[in-house]
């Protein structure tokens, strides 16, 4: 029997012509381009490439081996590229981890969620957030704790070609649909996609396919009005569940584990960590992007190298004030005195807290510690001139 090894950013195409190579014979792996190098450095006999795209990926991939590798590899192209036919908005796959991070009752409360709706794959889930908030995160986070099928992410101007063209190979196969948008597609798409759903549950035997409808909303928007508003009443029928993503901004506690999530996620072989400066300003921030932004501004920081992202490192954030608004006066100043003072007015804003007291000053708390020290200043906890402190 034939070993093949069949690479296809495409989940749905992959599984569809996994089947079929099955069919005739081949024993068949489904790999992404990173599992398939690993295949080929352990010998493979065939690789299928489903289509062009994923061709030159696997191409390069191939010229990365190592010298005496052997490269007794058939490359193929199975079948001409799509085109407009192909309804995914993200072709090529996102390799990240994908996980709802975060500690706050939200968060605790839709992984919470997540687990009572893996147990029935056959409710239909309406979930909304403003922009970057992770509705797509969360969708995948149920698919995979599901565990049937394949995720399929339709793009909501391109609904109606998949519909046409590919609904049935997903009907076959089960999973996840997701439309992140579904307020974006017109009503008469809207009740197709309704009644495909129905036609295909009354047929008996068909494995669970779960609708996921995405819907973005402005800060004033409520999720049922918004559904009652912009969804056809057909397809909101179907709908069992609505979930809600909070916003950035109302769980900024989450911000720490968040951004050291994505530092983690990114790879690299060294994975640097945050200063406390760093921590401090991201604290500060509003984020207006959501979760999306934090993402962006940590993969954009790291891109610099180092063991430590400092603050500096950290785009300016609208509204920020980060420059310093001050004039030598003509007959000097007393620069320990000075120093002394900044020390003493750091330490009362963070209420002798040396660790904010340095995020404050973009120093260390070792550096926090010298200063104390070298102006005779005890610990905090025992300092009765720097207001209510609070000892660390």
Not at 48 to 60: C, E, I, P
Request: glycine share 8%.
């Amino acid at each position: 029997m034939k070993r093949v090894v069949l690479v296809d950013s495409d989940e749905l195409s992959r599984r569809v012509a996994a089947s079929q190579l099955r069919q005739q014979g081949s024993d068949v792996i489904e790999a992404d381009e990173q599992q398939a190098l690993e295949l080929f450095r352990k010998g493979v006999e065939a690789l299928v490439v489903w289509n062009g795209r994923d061709a030159a990926g696997v191409t390069r991939l191939l010229s990365s081996l190592e010298p005496g590798v052997p490269r007794s590899v058939w490359l193929f192209t199975a079948s001409p590229d799509r085109g407009n036919a192909d309804a995914s908005s993200a072709p090529v796959p996102d390799v990240r981890r994908v996980e709802l991070v975060g500690d706050t009752t939200s968060m605790r409360d839709l992984r919470a969620q997540v687990r009572r709706l893996a147990r029935h794959p056959g409710l239909h889930v309406f979930v909304g957030g403003e922009v970057g908030t992770g509705k797509q995160t969360f969708a995948r986070v149920l698919h995979a704790a599901t565990g049937a099928g394949v995720f399929v992410h339709a793009c909501p101007s391109r609904l109606g070609e998949f519909l046409d063209a590919r609904f049935g190979e997903l009907a076959e196969l089960g999973g996840t649909l997701y439309v992140p948008s579904i307020a974006e597609v017109p009503h008469a798409e809207q009740l197709r996609l309704a009644e495909l759903m129905h036609e295909r549950e009354v047929r008996s035997g068909a494995p669970p396919l779960r609708l996921v409808l995405g819907v973005r909303l402005a800060h004033q928007d409520v999720l049922e009005r918004v559904r009652r508003e912009q969804v056809d009443a057909t397809l909101s029928s179907r709908l069992a569940v609505s979930v809600e993503i909070v916003p950035l901004r109302r769980r900024k506690s989450d911000v720490d584990a968040l951004a050291r999530h994505f530092l983690e996620a990114g790879g690299g072989a060294t994975r640097p960590r945050l200063s406390d400066q760093a921590l401090w300003r991201l604290q500060q921030h509003e984020w207006p992007g959501n979760v999306r932004e934090l993402r962006n501004v940590i993969e954009q920081a790291a891109l610099a190298g180092g063991d430590v992202i400092e603050g500096a490192q950290l785009p300016a954030f609208p509204g920020e004030e980060l420059g310093i608004s001050f004039e030598l006066p003509k007959n000097g100043v007393d620069f320990c005195e000075l120093e002394r003072v900044v020390l003493e007015q750091a330490l009362t804003r963070s209420r002798g807290n040396q660790t904010r007291a340095a995020s404050l000053l973009g120093l260390t708390r070792d550096q926090i510690r010298y200063r104390m020290s070298k102006f005779g200043m005890v610990r905090p906890s025992a300092t009765r001139g720097l207001g209510d402190q609070a000892a660390e």
